[in-house]
């Protein structure tokens, strides 16, 4: 099974494993991770799971369409790395991929 390492705004790293085809907020919800939200529950109706992406596997997910880059806009501190953990699926090829949560939600 892939893993997913999550580290929060002051470095503290948690590791989980994933099923494939699981998004990377559903098993943050399922592990209560601080800082994912999830308000809309998967829906990308919301941008309570905004996640900083680590730059070795930001080139391996799909492109942003275009609702996840408007709720985008409803998040503070979106940096180009931003994504939502609704959007992101797990699979082989993510395993090992740091996702950082911001200071605030």
Request: include cysteine; charge should be negative.
């Amino acid at each position: 099974m892939p893993k997913i390492i999550f580290i929060d705004h002051a470095g503290e790293r948690r590791e989980f494993e994933a099923k494939t085809g699981a998004s990377v907020m559903e098993v943050a919800v399922q592990n209560m991770v601080p800082g994912i939200d999830a308000d809309c529950g998967g829906a990308c109706a919301c941008a309570t799971c905004h996640v900083y992406v680590g730059e070795a596997h930001l080139p391996k997910l799909k492109e942003k369409d275009d609702m996840e880059d408007s709720m985008l806009d409803f998040a503070e501190g979106v940096q180009d790395n931003s994504r939502l953990s609704c959007q992101i699926l797990m699979s082989d090829e993510l395993d090992g991929i740091e996702v950082t949560t911001p200071e605030s939600q």
